[in-house]
């Protein structure tokens, strides 16, 4: 592979088959410095202001990114308020029941009172099991749908982020944000929200009714609050730190087992089985201990929490005794407010743990959200230009001048200048790193150029939607892409709307179908993940059947037949020919036998065109090209 394909990876399989991340690359996107928080050399005081307020806002309300997606369900989380208000309402009434039967009920006259009181009893406990069963059933539902628009928004936006992005991205830090980081928030905004509601209800209920009952006891717990909502928000925002640090942690992980399992092959043929263990047992281990400290400070907390709070029902349990014996309040008075100092008590503990889980997906929406913050490099204009109808295929590239983001020293064009007609078939040939991938990489408008201007049919391509401009193509990569899916679906992925007639046909012309049918299921077939079923020129054939299925009027071919042995490279040449007679085409070879046929060859090397020419012109004028041709056909 050369070395300018080196600097990217091909756009559709990124976005396809694997949407990678990396906390660096997000940084990178916001002028922030790999995971360290320093801005890069470029960066301006805007750029410092900008990054202080993403860093300020992410850390007090992280989880208030999710509010549009909650009101898109405000119907059904009105009801869910409503069943958790009933709920909260039924459960405060119990104490006032028990005082009333403590204070009145046992005696031969209170007998018809608790018979009524008990009836009355079973009514409001219907009430709370029915309004709890909604509240469960309404709060999750509501949790599982706001995971599931987060998962579907967070991998539109990242199929929209520019191929750049995905240059310094691993697959398996997005599936794990994709996946583990969903799944903490939709624990947070499902169950954990849920408890936390009816708890702070609870707890506001439960302090009102004891303000009523005796104002007196009620000011000793008013006292205790602060002790405990001091640790509460303090513990809190380690415990977040923890908790993003562990999702990192796993991400890591993940990321690693992810290229592992994808280079099974290699790692087994180079006997590296113990090393790669090794390495992920590590991560593995260093995720456990970042999730084991996380524990250990949600645990500490839930302790502090616990013994404040009980410890101030004790005391409370102690003056109040003191006050029964002096006749200041009546024992059911004192079981009353009991009742609600321990609901206040329970709630307040509860709420402490719940808290815990809320840091932990404060800290996975982070990452989550720093996502879809990221901007494209490459958008469509406000106002795009539409490109000519008919498509005619004409490209120009007018002194362009390009530079990979991560390579800022190294220019891969040097003020290029490349004219090619509609139907004209051209070959760009020359050594590796000559910068002829790069050139397809420009006119899908992966990047933008540098300096210059690159053309379609006479619009430059920068004043176009990309996905119009992107659609006039059909693009054969050097490293075939095939999805775990069925041959079918894999030929149609150049074109959704095709009729299973229309596939078949391209297959046939891709000389594809002979395989095809061998297969199990034919067509049906499902290939494998990256098609580990079938050869290098199975999957090459397949990867041009998709082109040939796309018909779009320009024809890029990126080492197209380099998979293919002797016999089907005749095969695949012949179904070429066919497929480039009607329209524009760009061959890239180092195989020159398979550059003989073209109008033009276009000699590169180091970013800039040293020769242009049919085959015998320029092997008779002796350059890069007549070199390059005698090693070869010699060779051979």
């Not at 898109?72 to 009333?100: D, N, Q």
């Not at 920068?462 to 041959?487: G, K, N, W």
């Not at 199975?538 to 037949?561: F, G, N, S, V, Y």
Request: with cysteine.
């Amino acid at each position: 592979m050369t070395s300018d394909k080196r600097q990217t990876t091909d756009s559709q399989a990124s976005q396809a088959s694997a949407i990678a991340l990396s906390l660096d690359a997000i940084a990178a996107t916001e002028n922030v410095g790999p995971r360290t928080g320093t801005l890069r050399a470029d960066a301006g005081p805007g750029d410092v202001e900008e990054v202080e307020a993403v860093v300020k806002r992410s850390r007090l309300k992280p989880l208030l990114a999710l509010a549009p997606y909650v009101g898109r369900y405000r119907g059904r989380a009105a009801l869910a308020t409503i069943a958790l208000v009933v709920a909260a309402v039924t459960t405060l009434v119990v104490p006032m029941a028990v005082r009333r039967l403590i204070d009145f009920g046992f005696s031969a006259e209170g007998i018809e009172l608790i018979n009524s009181y008990f009836s009355v009893m079973l009514g409001v406990v219907a009430v709370l099991a029915v309004a709890s069963a909604a509240r469960y059933y309404l709060v999750m539902t509501i949790g599982e749908r706001i995971v599931a628009d987060v998962r579907r928004d967070v991998f539109a936006h990242l199929t929209a982020l520019s191929p750049s992005f995905f240059d310094t991205a691993r697959s398996g830090e997005l599936i794990s944000r994709l996946t583990a980081d969903t799944t903490q928030i939709k624990s947070a905004v499902g169950a954990s929200v849920s408890i936390a509601l009816r708890n702070m209800l609870l707890f506001v209920g439960a302090i009102g009714m004891m303000v009523v009952s005796s104002p007196r006891l009620s000011g000793f717990v008013l006292a205790a609050i602060p002790l405990i909502v001091i640790p509460l928000v303090a513990f809190g925002r380690w415990v977040r730190r923890l908790s993003r640090n562990a999702q990192d942690t796993l991400a890591d992980a993940s990321a690693f087992a992810s290229e592992l399992v994808g280079a099974m092959r290699t790692v087994q043929a180079y006997t590296n089985e113990r090393v790669a263990n090794a390495r992920f047992g590590a991560e593995v281990e260093c995720s456990y201990e970042a999730a084991r400290s996380s524990t250990q400070a949600r645990a500490l907390l839930t302790a502090i929490i616990i013994f404040i709070v009980f410890a101030s029902v004790v005391a409370i349990l102690w003056v109040g005794s003191h006050d029964v014996a002096s006749g200041a309040m009546t024992p059911g008075r004192l079981g009353q407010f009991i009742l609600y100092a321990a609901f206040a008590a329970s709630s307040l503990g509860q709420l402490s743990e719940v808290w815990g889980e809320v840091s932990a997906a404060s800290g996975a929406a982070e990452r989550l959200f720093e996502i879809l913050r990221v901007k494209p490099d490459i958008a469509a204009p406000v106002a795009p230009k539409a490109l000519p109808v008919p498509v005619r295929g004409e490209v120009t590239f007018d002194n362009v001048s390009f530079v990979y983001p991560g390579r800022p020293d190294h220019l891969a064009l040097n003020n290029l200048s490349l004219s090619i007609k509609a139907g004209e078939k051209v070959a760009i040939v020359g050594p590796s790193g000559a910068g002829k991938s790069t050139l397809f990489h420009l006119l899908l408008r992966f990047y933008d150029p540098k300096a210059g201007t690159i053309s379609f049919d006479g619009v430059p391509v920068a004043a176009v939607d990309p996905r119009e401009l992107r659609e006039r193509m059909a693009l054969v990569p050097q490293d075939s892409v095939i999805f775990a899916a069925t041959a079918r679906d894999n030929i149609r992925f150049g074109r959704d709307d095709a009729g299973d007639a229309d596939v078949e046909r391209a297959a046939q012309q891709a000389h594809a179908t002979e395989f095809i049918t061998r297969l199990p299921q034919r067509f049906d077939t499902k290939l494998g993940e990256r098609g580990v079923t079938l050869s290098g020129g199975q999957r090459q054939r397949i990867a041009i059947a998709r082109a040939i299925l796309r018909d779009a009027p320009l024809l890029l071919l990126d080492e197209a037949t380099s998979a293919l042995d002797a016999e089907s490279e005749v095969l695949v040449q012949t179904a070429l020919q066919q497929a480039m007679r009607s329209r524009t085409t760009l061959v890239i070879a180092h195989r020159l036998a398979t550059v003989l046929s073209c109008d033009r060859i276009v000699v590169m090397d180091n970013g800039r065109i040293v020769e242009q020419g049919t085959h015998a012109q320029l092997v008779a004028r002796g350059g890069l090209y007549a070199r390059l041709a005698k090693l070869q056909f010699e060779a051979a």
